[in-house]
């Protein structure tokens, strides 16, 4: 690269970048281990009984504003669920399966 009188100030963008980037990667990273706990505990706490299993993956969820208010209308759930990504049947109850893959019907 060609040192010019703008190649400082460049420079100072690019590091700027790589803080940004740097930032939100640490975030990121934070987010997903969190949720794999609230997964982990979900998974523990229903294999114990807990009354309440999905308590921990609805906390973490709610805390990263991934889950509608209770009192939303069915048409602004929806609507909700479309702006962060899921479909309109992810709500659905998945098939049980077997250990072999199979469906457990």
Not at 45 to 55: F, I, K, N, S
């Amino acid at each position: 690269m060609p040192i010019t009188p703008k190649t400082p100030s460049r420079y100072g963008e690019l590091f700027a970048e790589i803080d940004r980037l740097s930032h939100t990667l640490a975030t990121v990273r934070l987010e997903y281990a969190n949720l794999l706990a609230a997964a982990r505990a979900t998974l523990g706490a229903h294999r114990d009984g807990e009354t309440d299993p999905l308590a921990y993956l609805t906390d973490e969820l709610s805390a990263l504003g991934q889950l509608p208010p209770r009192d939303l209308p069915v048409p602004a759930r929806d609507a909700f669920r479309i702006a962060i990504g899921l479909t309109l049947t992810d709500h659905e109850p998945a098939t049980q399966r077997g250990d072999d893959g199979e469906d457990g019907r």
